[in-house]
């Protein structure tokens, strides 16, 4: 069993940066696929970027590609999700998301992901 808790949301002019964390429980979890999702208001779930287990490899929406930046701390069983030159479309609730299986692909997935966290709260004004 996986449980993830995300932090770091709030409400942030438009330009401004967050991070976002995610803590995770679980002895295997330098080798799960770690992923950030978000649910804009009134829209589906929708993929922002996931990271690999321990080969580093990173992927990114289109519309996140140079703002946002994924990392992982293995030590502290961490992903933290740096986002920069926010917007006010970027307003969403951010999920982070573990898939204990060691394939890459399809990184986007969402039905993929075992185990997901509750969900933080990100509000950007312009």
């Known amino acids: 069993q996986v449980q993830l808790a995300e932090s770091g949301g709030g409400l942030v002019q438009a330009g401004g940066s967050l991070r976002l964390s995610c803590a995770a429980s679980?002895?295997?979890?330098?080798?799960?696929?770690m992923g950030w999702f978000r649910q804009p208001p009134g829209k589906e779930r929708e993929f922002v970027a996931a990271i690999s287990g321990s080969d580093g490899n990173t992927a990114y929406a289109d519309s996140v590609k140079g703002r946002f930046t994924i990392s992982r701390d293995n030590v502290r069983n961490t992903v933290l999700l740096q986002m920069n030159s926010l917007k006010p479309e970027d307003t969403a609730v951010y999920y982070c998301?573990?898939?204990?299986?060691?394939?890459?692909?399809?990184?986007?997935?969402?039905?993929?992901?075992?185990?997901w966290g509750q969900g933080t709260q990100v509000t950007v004004s312009s």
């Open positions: 998301a573990a898939d204990q299986s060691t394939r890459w692909y399809p990184v986007s997935d969402a039905s993929r992901y075992n185990y």
């Open positions: 679980g002895r295997s979890f330098s080798s799960y696929v």
